[in-house]
């Protein structure tokens, strides 16, 4: 009976294979015809009575006698792949700062528009004061402008976003076809598929993120629109 096994990492599936003892033994022609495990005794197995008694029992002196020929415990993936798994959590704090700044550079362009918004209605603002428009009221025109500015540029990006994390192979694949080479090779990055995972909690923070730096952009765009005399914003009309 075979069996096949994937795993997903290149490494492992291309070098290990998984066979019974005793088929190995026989394919080795390591078997005498009374079914016995043939030739040199392995020293693993020198007391162990057969080839078919577990790995332990190579060694019976404890682990602080100094034996160097076996070991005392079993290491995971996460310990064998820790040099990998460092740098993957260092290039994922890089991409978060990375992240910010980019949403930074985006409040201040926030900031830019409003004020020259304020410049340029400030003859509609003066109007508006004229007419009985209080200082809060013109405030909360423009925070609010800006607010719901930064909920609708934050919910399409966080739906572009999720629909291209979730495709995020589909588009792997078709740029390989495109350019000719694969994009995602995995015998260099070990994976056989861009391995992706959606955080509720880092898109949370994200979106509010977004927001906040929205927010705050135009709080200086609003005060200063807020504190036009509609006489001195009338003056020259």
């Given at each position: 009976?075979?069996?096949?096994?994937?795993?997903?990492?290149?490494?492992?599936?291309?070098?290990?294979?998984?066979?019974?003892?005793?088929?190995?033994?026989?394919?080795?022609?390591?078997?005498?015809?009374?079914?016995?495990?043939?030739?040199?005794?392995?020293?693993?197995?020198?007391?162990?009575?057969?080839?078919?008694?577990?790995?332990?029992?190579?060694?019976?002196?404890?682990?602080?006698?100094?034996?160097?020929?076996?070991?005392?415990?079993?290491?995971?993936?996460?310990?064998?792949?820790?040099?990998?798994?460092?740098?993957?959590?260092?290039?994922?704090?890089?991409?978060?700062?990375?992240?910010?700044?980019?949403?930074?550079?985006?409040?201040?362009?926030?900031?830019?528009?409003?004020?020259?918004?304020?410049?340029?209605?400030?003859?509609?603002?003066?109007?508006?004061?004229?007419?009985?428009?209080?200082t809060a009221g013109v405030r909360g025109?423009?925070?609010?402008?800006?607010?719901?500015?930064?909920?609708?540029?934050?919910?399409?990006?966080?739906?572009?976003?999720?629909?291209?994390?979730?495709?995020?192979?589909?588009?792997?694949?078709?740029?390989?076809?495109?350019?000719?080479?694969?994009?995602f090779d995995d015998a260099i990055y070990?994976?056989?598929?861009?391995?992706?995972?959606?955080e509720p909690w880092t898109v949370a923070?994200?979106?509010?993120?977004?927001?906040?730096?929205?927010?705050?952009?135009?709080?200086?765009?609003?005060?200063?629109?807020?504190?036009?005399?509609?006489?001195?914003?009338?003056?020259?009309?």
């Amino acid at each position: 009976m075979i069996g096949y096994f994937k795993s997903g990492m290149s490494e492992y599936d291309s070098s290990h294979v998984y066979v019974p003892l005793d088929r190995l033994q026989e394919m080795r022609l390591l078997k005498d015809p009374q079914g016995r495990g043939g030739g040199e005794p392995d020293p693993g197995e020198g007391q162990a009575g057969g080839g078919h008694r577990p790995a332990r029992g190579a060694c019976s002196r404890p682990s602080s006698s100094g034996c160097g020929r076996c070991t005392s415990g079993f290491a995971t993936w996460e310990q064998k792949q820790g040099p990998l798994l460092a740098a993957v959590a260092i290039e994922q704090s890089i991409l978060n700062m990375l992240l910010f700044f980019i949403i930074a550079v985006a409040g201040f362009g926030i900031l830019a528009i409003f004020s020259m918004i304020v410049v340029e209605k400030t003859r509609d603002i003066g109007v508006m004061k004229a007419l009985g428009a209080s200082t809060a009221g013109v405030r909360g025109i423009f925070l609010g402008y800006g607010l719901l500015l930064g909920v609708v540029g934050s919910g399409i990006g966080m739906a572009l976003g999720l629909t291209f994390v979730h495709y995020i192979n589909h588009v792997e694949k078709w740029l390989s076809r495109l350019t000719g080479h694969k994009v995602f090779d995995d015998a260099i990055y070990y994976f056989n598929e861009i391995p992706t995972r959606v955080e509720p909690w880092t898109v949370a923070w994200i979106v509010g993120g977004a927001l906040v730096i929205s927010a705050v952009a135009c709080i200086w765009p609003a005060q200063r629109a807020a504190r036009l005399h509609p006489v001195r914003a009338l003056r020259y009309e």
